[in-house]
């Protein structure tokens, strides 16, 4: 039982849970107290992140090729056999880096939270728990709890502390999301009851893709019900809708996590769960979803286009690079499925960048419509130059993360020599360019041209806090950028058994 | 003359029929309270007289009755400090009219 | 000087981008100007050295046991792997024309950082806002720029394709404010955007079936040097494959070229270049005169001896080029802009070197056979080289008249000849060069270019010649109309001049290299194969390129010395084919239909209402049936006891009645 707390990774919960207690004790004039908990929080994830990156290569380089490392298990409710079992490979450790990074950022972008900063701060790190506690589970049970307590936080966080329309989007958020936990929840609990083939049954995921006894029949069933379970947090077309209105309210700090992690939730979890432990149906069912989610990359695009709130542009703008992710997922290779996590980890840092950049000028000018601003580089020149950056990162420049992650993702996914998926390739490829005309489009909109607002000309530009949260979003999306290979090394190997498992249904061209 | 039980009964169940009526058509609280009460009582004289009648050496039936009597009395009392209440908070004691706890 | 010295070469403009964009703004202006030249010319020293000791070295890095230059590979660290052979590197690979577009990228990026001290300074010497900034922009350019041609693979070369475009998009709309800027700024980036998009399919295409980036073993043979059988080995890994009936090779050659074609402002994908020249003018005569606009040109020569087995691909690139070279010449004897007038002839200086490597196959394919030369490729790269030399001059000429006046119009300048007489003989050698008057650069590289097209057929040869002087033509059509015409109208406080050292200095280097350029022994540098090449002057067509060459000088003598009606006449006698070429024939407002009314207005838009009131209006129609479902329950509820009194009375009613009649029944 006790052997437990020897496994770092259970300290991914324990610290927010920590600083939940710490916040606990604070009271809402206390500021500076609250501040400093949660920045302890932050930075001790931050820290521990890094540290298990380390123990992981560390493990690698040892030779350890077993398919998680850090692997303990501790029975938490015998009677159905759910466990608290924990282990990572390379997608979860650099989930968790992502993750650790994002709230680090979001804590400095909601500084000034106000009104009840406590209870914000209370919830924002409930909902890091939640994140942080999927990631490290491979209990099918145990990882949908996490899922929930990851989800709910944000009907709170959107409907307190939100914007603009806010009852009606953290209500359509939540049910939406609460709508798709219900397909997920059952597709969890078919696959525990089909888990083992001579009555074991498990809940853990390992040992669950070792039986191999889910029946095919059966994995029709399941796989639509868990994919699309997981797919609509992963904002699939077409049950995206409520991520544009939910970005739209929330304030700065939660879309970020939102979009930066939360949405990760969703690819992961398709990745983890629905492929890796149904491989016939993923192959037998991959083209419904191709479409789909092909169709959400363009559409996604396109839609952003028109767009004037800057949140709904992004918002627009995660449907089309989410969509990518679970697109490359699909593509049943080890490249394409290598991109798609650097497209979680690039998206997640670059989205989180962009509405981290626009909470800031929305604090400053109280409108999000790019109709009424204009030439901001000439009154807030550190968020214009961070604006353009995230830009740039988003359409796709080289020496920022998007690139790396799109061309991984095209390549792999052009290694499948069938039409069908050539063509939804080229199809998804193209939205580079649409990508290009949005995101040019509100930068000149947004940040060049003359002012238009007279009253803005007296805004100031960043604080130091806000300095703080973008420039370290920045510096990753460089590094990520610069350095891909490094990352590529940590994920690629952790594709091998889901690819191994998928090989007897899928003939995986080109390896 | 001989008093039958059903000399009893009619008095008493045209009583009650008075109470149910009163009790669904006023829109007065009060009214409903006295039409509640009217209710109670046919009851209890229906408790009364059945005692007597069906088992005639046995009080268990009186008791009760007293029973109900004390209980309606303080019931009255609650419902009457309600009513003041309400008629305080709304310058109303028209039902139709008190509907803030609706929904 | 060790060839790895070209790392320096890279890292350099690198770092000064970093250290200028981010520690600029707490520096001087001036300082931050001096320190990106000091900067960019310790980086021209060392390309030179690197260039000069590849072309004239004798070590055993560079020239083979056979005679032949190498291409080396200095440096080729893994950067991105996507699978086990895919693996994009990011290296520094020199060979003939690697090595020479060191020294031209560098040599007019240099002119350019001096010139820029003044340019972007006003009349007191007073650098402008955001000068930081300009440096930190012209450095990310010329680090792009450098990575492009230095890159050993494919991939690497579509890297900094998009960085040069980004760095172009960046330094066009330098002048935020201005919505032209700006407007210019997004459609440059987004047409090349779509033409990069073609060149990540070609690339895709070409990968899937030989599965590799690295030129190396796309086109180098073991000697190191472009390589026939290679090349053959790579057009043959994709088994024959075909797709609509053609071959999957000549498909992904095709799309490689639309990606420069792009980049090098081929038609149609031309129209962003007139639009660039909204930028500084510096950035115009660096990024879109002489180095990024000729990407396209380098891309197309590095994967030559492929174009040159895919012979579709290969006819396509020459039809394209033809056209281009003749659209834009002309259009560009009609413009007023004096920039917009050098951008169709900088666009129609690129289709001849495009055409001249497409001409070129037609000998090279046969090499093996019939003992062919690859002239064509020569005299494209040797054009490349003094091109980018002329029109850098051009350009930089025009910003001095421009920062003189005020105004890119020429109708504002006019007889200025005798004010600016330095930018004005620049000007002159800048147009006898581009004219190819002996013995200026010109002159030597498009005379070989013409050669090659004769070679290919008497059409191509006499079309291009056509071109050559309708170039001749608009280049002193605009000499004359700013320097001469009439006499100058002073319209600002002080009469134009000549302008300070830093801007004039460049203007009489690049001139003097534009006389002298011609006499480089390219023909023995820069060949397809490493292999020097013989070719001797053919003065049937130099002689009568020269004459059409004058016949078009003295058409623009005749109309435009001396203000006269002739011009006026000549254009009413023409209006609609005067209209249509001064409205570049109308490409732009096409390009606007197609992206406004077709892309925007009928599919963003629609897409947009569809997401908004059918996707989430069945979301929200399930909410609000789950609603009014619920609404229509809760009238059962309605909280009324004495409603439920009554209810109940009639329940208990009805159950007396059932029992009364079960009782009686």
Same mark, same amino acid.
């Given at each position: 039982?006790?052997?437990? @707390?020897?496994?770092?990774?259970?300290?991914?919960?324990?610290?927010?849970?920590?600083?939940?207690?710490?916040?606990?004790?604070?009271?809402?004039?206390?500021?500076?107290?609250?501040?400093?908990?949660?920045?302890?929080?932050?930075?001790?994830?931050?820290?521990?992140?890094?540290?298990?990156?380390?123990?992981?290569?560390?493990?690698?380089?040892?030779?350890?090729?077993?398919?998680?490392?850090?692997?303990?298990?501790?029975?938490?409710?015998?009677?159905?056999?759910?466990?608290?079992?924990?282990?990572?490979?390379?997608?979860?450790?650099?989930?968790?880096?992502?993750?650790?990074?994002?709230?680090?950022?979001?804590?400095?972008?909601?500084?000034?939270?106000?009104?009840?900063?406590?209870?914000?701060?209370?919830?924002?790190?409930?909902?890091?728990?939640?994140?942080?506690?999927?990631?490290?589970?491979?209990?099918?049970?145990?990882?949908?709890?996490?899922?929930?307590?990851?989800?709910?936080?944000?009907?709170?966080?959107?409907?307190?502390?939100?914007?603009?329309?806010?009852?009606?989007?953290?209500?359509?958020?939540?049910?939406?999301?609460?709508?798709?936990?219900?397909?997920?929840?059952?597709?969890?609990?078919?696959?525990?009851?089909?888990?083992?083939?001579?009555?074991?049954?498990?809940?853990?995921?390992?040992?669950?893709?070792?039986?191999?006894?889910?029946?095919?029949?059966?994995?029709?069933?399941?796989?639509?019900?868990? @994919?699309?379970?997981?797919?609509?947090?992963?904002?699939?077309?077409?049950?995206?809708?409520?991520?544009?209105?939910?970005?739209?309210?929330?304030?700065?700090?939660?879309?970020?996590?939102?979009?930066?992690?939360?949405?990760?939730?969703?690819?992961?979890?398709?990745?983890?769960?629905?492929?890796? *432990?149904?491989?016939?149906?993923?192959?037998?069912?991959?083209?419904?979803? *191709?479409?789909?989610?092909?169709?959400?990359?363009?559409?996604?695009?396109?839609?952003?286009?028109?767009?004037?709130?800057?949140?709904?542009?992004?918002?627009?703008?995660?449907?089309?690079?989410?969509?990518?992710?679970?697109?490359?997922?699909?593509?049943?290779?080890?490249?394409?499925?290598?991109?798609?996590?650097?497209?979680?980890?690039?998206?997640?840092?670059?989205?989180?960048?962009?509405?981290?950049?626009?909470?800031?000028?929305?604090?400053?000018?109280?409108?999000?419509?790019?109709?009424?601003?204009?030439?901001?580089?000439?009154?807030?020149?550190?968020?214009?130059?961070?604006?353009?950056?995230?830009?740039?990162?988003?359409?796709?420049?080289?020496?920022?993360?998007?690139?790396?992650?799109?061309?991984?993702?095209?390549?792999?996914?052009?290694?499948?020599?069938?039409?069908?998926?050539?063509?939804?390739?080229?199809?998804?490829?193209?939205?580079?360019?649409?990508?290009?005309?949005?995101?040019?489009?509100?930068?000149?909109?947004?940040?060049?041209?003359?002012?238009?607002?007279?009253?803005?000309?007296?805004?100031?530009?960043?604080?130091?806090?806000?300095? *703080?949260?973008?420039?370290?979003?920045?510096?990753?999306?460089?590094?990520?950028?610069?350095?891909?290979? @490094?990352?590529?090394?940590?994920?690629?190997?952790?594709?091998?058994?889901?690819?191994?498992?998928?090989?007897?249904?899928?003939?995986?061209?080109?390896? | 003359?001989?008093?039958?039980?059903?000399?009893?009964?009619?008095?008493?169940?045209?009583?009650?029929?008075?109470?149910?009526?009163? /009790?669904?058509?006023?829109?007065?609280?009060?009214?409903?309270?006295?039409?509640?009460?009217?209710?109670?009582?046919?009851?209890?004289?229906?408790?009364?007289?059945?005692?007597?009648?069906?088992?005639?050496?046995?009080?268990?039936?009186?008791? /009760?009755?007293?029973?109900?009597?004390?209980?309606?009395?303080?019931?009255?009392?609650?419902?009457?400090?309600?009513?003041?209440?309400?008629?305080?908070?709304?310058?109303?004691?028209?039902?139709?009219?008190?509907?803030?706890?609706? /929904? | 000087?060790?060839?790895?010295?070209?790392?320096?070469?890279?890292?350099?403009?690198? #770092?000064?981008?970093?250290?200028?964009?981010?520690?600029?703004?707490?520096?001087?202006?001036?300082?931050?100007?001096?320190?990106?030249?000091?900067?960019?010319?310790?980086?021209?020293?060392?390309?030179?050295?690197?260039?000069?000791?590849?072309?004239?070295?004798?070590?055993?890095?560079?020239?083979?046991?056979?005679?032949?230059?190498?291409?080396?590979?200095?440096?080729?660290?893994?950067?991105?792997?996507?699978?086990?052979?895919?693996?994009?590197?990011?290296?520094?690979?020199? &060979?003939?024309?690697?090595?020479?577009?060191?020294?031209?990228?560098?040599?007019?990026?240099?002119?350019?950082?001096?010139?820029? !001290?003044?340019?972007?300074?006003?009349?007191?010497?007073?650098?402008?806002?955001?000068?930081?900034?300009?440096?930190?922009?012209?450095?990310?350019?010329?680090?792009?720029?450098?990575?492009?041609?230095?890159?050993?693979?494919?991939?690497?070369?579509?890297?900094?394709?998009?960085?040069?475009?980004?760095?172009?998009?960046?330094?066009?709309?330098?002048?935020?404010?201005?919505?032209?800027?700006?407007?210019?700024?997004?459609?440059?980036?987004?047409?090349?955007?779509?033409?990069?998009?073609?060149?990540?399919?070609?690339?895709?295409?070409?990968?899937?079936?030989?599965?590799?980036?690295?030129?190396?073993?796309?086109?180098?043979?073991?000697?190191?040097?472009?390589?026939?059988?290679?090349?053959?080995?790579?057009?043959?890994?994709?088994?024959?494959?075909?797709?609509?009936?053609?071959?999957?090779?000549?498909?992904?050659?095709?799309?490689?070229?639309?990606?420069?074609?792009?980049?090098?402002?081929?038609?149609?994908?031309?129209?962003?270049?007139?639009?660039?020249?909204?930028?500084?003018?510096?950035?115009?005569? +660096?990024?879109?005169?002489?180095?990024?606009?000729?990407?396209? %040109?380098?891309?197309?020569?590095?994967?030559?001896?492929?174009?040159?087995?895919?012979?579709?691909?290969?006819?396509?690139?020459?039809?394209?080029?033809?056209?281009?070279?003749?659209?834009?010449?002309?259009?560009?004897?009609?413009?007023?802009?004096?920039?917009?007038?050098?951008?169709?002839?900088?666009?129609?200086?690129?289709? #001849?070197?495009?055409?001249?490597?497409?001409?070129?196959?037609?000998?090279?394919?046969?090499?093996?056979?019939?003992?062919?030369?690859?002239?064509?490729?020569?005299?494209?790269?040797?054009?490349?080289?003094?091109?980018?030399?002329?029109? $850098?001059?051009?350009? +930089?000429?025009?910003?001095?008249?421009?920062?003189? %006046?005020?105004?890119?119009?020429?109708?504002?300048?006019?007889?200025?000849?005798?004010?600016?007489?330095?930018?004005?003989?620049? #000007? !002159?050698?800048?147009?006898?060069?581009?004219?190819?008057?002996?013995?200026?650069?010109?002159?030597?590289?498009?005379?070989?270019?013409?050669? $090659?097209?004769?070679?290919?057929?008497? #059409?191509?040869?006499?079309?291009?010649?056509?071109?050559?002087?309708?170039?001749?033509?608009?280049?002193?059509?605009?000499?004359?109309?700013?320097?001469?015409?009439?006499?100058?109208?002073?319209?600002?406080?002080?009469?134009?001049? &000549?302008?300070?050292?830093?801007?004039?200095?460049?203007?009489?280097?690049?001139?003097?290299?534009?006389?002298?350029?011609?006499?480089?022994?390219?023909?023995?540098?820069?060949?397809?194969?490493?292999?020097?090449?013989?070719?001797?002057?053919?003065?049937?067509?130099?002689?009568?390129?020269?004459?059409?060459?004058?016949?078009?000088?003295?058409?623009?003598?005749?109309?435009?010395?001396?203000?006269?009606?002739?011009?006026?006449?000549?254009?009413?006698?023409?209006?609609? +084919?005067?209209?249509?070429?001064?409205?570049?024939?109308?490409?732009?407002?096409?390009?606007?239909?197609?992206?406004?009314?077709?892309?925007?207005?009928?599919?963003?838009?629609?897409?947009?209402?569809?997401?908004?009131?059918?996707?989430?209006?069945?979301?929200?129609?399930?909410?609000?049936?789950?609603?009014?479902?619920?609404?229509?329950?809760?009238?059962?509820?309605?909280?009324?006891?004495?409603?439920?009194?009554?209810?109940?009375?009639?329940?208990?009613?009805?159950?007396?009645?059932?029992?009364?009649?079960?009782?009686?029944?």
């Amino acid at each position: 039982m006790m052997e437990i @707390f020897n496994n770092p990774l259970i300290y991914f919960v324990i610290i927010p849970l920590l600083t939940l207690l710490g916040l606990a004790f604070c009271n809402n004039r206390g500021m500076r107290a609250i501040r400093a908990v949660a920045v302890t929080g932050a930075v001790a994830l931050v820290a521990l992140a890094i540290y298990l990156v380390c123990l992981f290569l560390q493990a690698r380089a040892a030779g350890d090729t077993s398919e998680m490392i850090l692997q303990s298990k501790v029975m938490w409710y015998a009677p159905f056999n759910i466990e608290l079992a924990l282990g990572v490979d390379g997608v979860s450790v650099v989930m968790i880096l992502l993750s650790a990074f994002i709230v680090f950022a979001g804590v400095f972008a909601s500084w000034k939270m106000n009104p009840l900063p406590k209870q914000f701060f209370l919830w924002f790190f409930l909902l890091s728990t939640g994140v942080f506690g999927f990631f490290i589970s491979i209990d099918l049970f145990t990882m949908f709890m996490f899922y929930e307590v990851a989800l709910i936080p944000m009907y709170l966080l959107i409907g307190v502390w939100g914007s603009g329309n806010k009852n009606y989007s953290a209500m359509k958020l939540t049910l939406m999301l609460m709508g798709s936990s219900a397909f997920l929840m059952l597709g969890l609990i078919g696959i525990y009851f089909h888990s083992s083939a001579d009555g074991n049954l498990t809940m853990n995921i390992l040992e669950i893709a070792h039986n191999d006894a889910i029946p095919h029949q059966w994995q029709l069933y399941l796989f639509p019900l868990t @994919f699309v379970g997981f797919g609509v947090l992963g904002a699939m077309f077409p049950f995206h809708t409520w991520s544009p209105d939910g970005h739209a309210s929330a304030p700065t700090a939660v879309s970020m996590l939102h979009a930066g992690v939360l949405m990760k939730l969703g690819g992961y979890g398709c990745f983890r769960i629905a492929i890796y *432990l149904m491989p016939f149906a993923a192959s037998e069912l991959a083209w419904i979803f *191709l479409t789909l989610t092909g169709i959400s990359i363009v559409y996604g695009a396109f839609s952003a286009c028109v767009q004037t709130d800057l949140k709904y542009i992004n918002a627009y703008s995660s449907v089309s690079h989410c969509g990518m992710v679970l697109f490359a997922i699909l593509m049943f290779n080890t490249t394409a499925m290598t991109g798609a996590v650097l497209q979680m980890l690039s998206h997640g840092l670059m989205t989180a960048l962009f509405f981290a950049l626009i909470g800031m000028i929305y604090g400053r000018t109280h409108t999000r419509d790019i109709r009424d601003m204009g030439g901001m580089m000439h009154i807030m020149p550190y968020l214009g130059v961070g604006y353009v950056i995230a830009g740039l990162a988003s359409l796709g420049l080289p020496g920022l993360s998007g690139f790396a992650a799109e061309m991984t993702i095209f390549f792999g996914s052009f290694e499948n020599a069938d039409v069908f998926r050539r063509v939804l390739t080229i199809m998804g490829a193209s939205s580079i360019v649409i990508t290009a005309v949005y995101i040019l489009r509100v930068v000149a909109k947004l940040l060049f041209g003359e002012v238009q607002d007279e009253h803005h000309r007296t805004l100031t530009d960043a604080s130091w806090d806000e300095r *703080l949260s973008t420039a370290t979003l920045i510096v990753s999306v460089a590094i990520i950028g610069c350095f891909p290979n @490094f990352f590529v090394n940590i994920i690629s190997d952790s594709f091998l058994p889901v690819v191994n498992a998928l090989k007897d249904y899928f003939p995986v061209a080109g390896m | 003359m001989n008093l039958t039980l059903l000399m009893y009964l009619i008095p008493s169940l045209i009583m009650f029929g008075c109470g149910v009526y009163g /009790f669904i058509t006023r829109k007065n609280m009060i009214a409903i309270m006295i039409s509640l009460e009217l209710m109670l009582n046919s009851v209890d004289i229906n408790f009364v007289v059945f005692n007597r009648y069906l088992f005639p050496g046995q009080m268990d039936g009186m008791f /009760f009755t007293l029973f109900a009597i004390a209980i309606a009395a303080a019931e009255t009392a609650l419902a009457l400090a309600i009513v003041i209440n309400v008629y305080r908070a709304a310058k109303n004691v028209d039902i139709e009219q008190i509907r803030k706890l609706k /929904f | 000087m060790p060839l790895s010295y070209t790392i320096a070469v890279i890292a350099i403009p690198l #770092f000064m981008f970093l250290f200028l964009g981010l520690a600029g703004v707490k520096m001087s202006r001036k300082l931050t100007g001096v320190l990106g030249v000091i900067a960019m010319a310790v980086t021209t020293i060392i390309a030179y050295g690197v260039a000069l000791t590849y072309f004239f070295g004798t070590g055993q890095d560079q020239v083979g046991a056979d005679g032949v230059r190498q291409a080396v590979t200095v440096f080729n660290p893994a950067w991105l792997s996507f699978t086990d052979t895919m693996v994009v590197r990011m290296g520094i690979l020199l &060979d003939p024309i690697a090595a020479m577009m060191l020294i031209v990228v560098c040599t007019v990026s240099f002119m350019v950082h001096l010139y820029s !001290l003044g340019y972007m300074s006003d009349h007191d010497g007073n650098a402008e806002q955001g000068f930081q900034r300009y440096y930190a922009y012209l450095a990310l350019f010329t680090f792009s720029m450098l990575g492009l041609v230095v890159a050993t693979n494919l991939f690497q070369i579509f890297v900094f394709f998009e960085m040069v475009g980004v760095s172009s998009y960046l330094l066009i709309g330098f002048y935020y404010s201005s919505p032209a800027a700006n407007h210019a700024s997004k459609k440059a980036f987004i047409v090349t955007r779509l033409a990069d998009l073609f060149f990540l399919l070609g690339i895709m295409i070409l990968s899937y079936y030989t599965q590799t980036f690295d030129f190396s073993q796309l086109v180098f043979g073991a000697n190191g040097a472009n390589d026939m059988a290679v090349a053959q080995s790579a057009i043959a890994s994709a088994g024959g494959a075909t797709f609509l009936g053609c071959s999957v090779m000549a498909w992904a050659l095709t799309f490689i070229f639309i990606g420069g074609a792009g980049k090098s402002a081929m038609y149609p994908l031309h129209i962003w270049l007139p639009d660039a020249m909204e930028g500084p003018t510096p950035v115009s005569a +660096l990024i879109h005169a002489a180095t990024m606009v000729v990407a396209g %040109v380098f891309l197309v020569a590095r994967l030559f001896p492929l174009y040159v087995l895919e012979q579709g691909a290969m006819e396509i690139i020459c039809v394209v080029g033809a056209f281009t070279a003749f659209y834009a010449a002309a259009i560009a004897c009609v413009q007023s802009d004096i920039k917009r007038a050098l951008a169709f002839s900088t666009i129609s200086q690129i289709a #001849f070197m495009m055409t001249s490597l497409a001409v070129s196959s037609s000998n090279s394919a046969m090499i093996e056979i019939h003992g062919g030369t690859g002239l064509g490729y020569m005299a494209s790269m040797f054009h490349l080289f003094t091109h980018a030399m002329f029109k $850098a001059l051009l350009f +930089l000429c025009a910003g001095a008249i421009i920062h003189a %006046v005020h105004s890119n119009e020429n109708d504002k300048m006019h007889g200025l000849h005798k004010f600016m007489p330095i930018t004005s003989i620049a #000007f !002159l050698i800048g147009c006898l060069a581009i004219a190819g008057i002996p013995p200026f650069a010109g002159f030597w590289s498009k005379d070989e270019i013409l050669v $090659a097209a004769y070679h290919k057929g008497f #059409f191509w040869g006499l079309w291009m010649s056509m071109v050559a002087g309708m170039t001749a033509f608009h280049m002193f059509r605009i000499y004359f109309l700013i320097f001469f015409w009439k006499k100058h109208e002073i319209h600002t406080h002080h009469a134009p001049k &000549d302008q300070p050292w830093t801007m004039t200095l460049p203007l009489i280097i690049l001139a003097t290299i534009s006389i002298v350029a011609g006499f480089v022994p390219a023909h023995d540098l820069v060949t397809w194969n490493g292999k020097a090449l013989e070719t001797q002057l053919d003065w049937t067509v130099a002689g009568s390129s020269v004459l059409i060459a004058l016949i078009g000088i003295a058409l623009a003598y005749k109309l435009y010395y001396k203000e006269n009606d002739l011009p006026e006449r000549m254009k009413n006698g023409a209006l609609g +084919l005067w209209t249509a070429a001064y409205h570049r024939f109308y490409m732009d407002e096409l390009y606007q239909f197609i992206t406004h009314k077709v892309i925007f207005q009928g599919i963003c838009v629609p897409i947009a209402w569809f997401d908004r009131h059918i996707i989430d209006g069945f979301f929200n129609m399930l909410a609000s049936a789950t609603g009014s479902a619920s609404f229509a329950i809760r009238r059962l509820q309605s909280g009324s006891i004495q409603g439920y009194v009554y209810v109940y009375l009639l329940g208990v009613l009805l159950l007396a009645a059932v029992t009364m009649l079960c009782v009686l029944i």
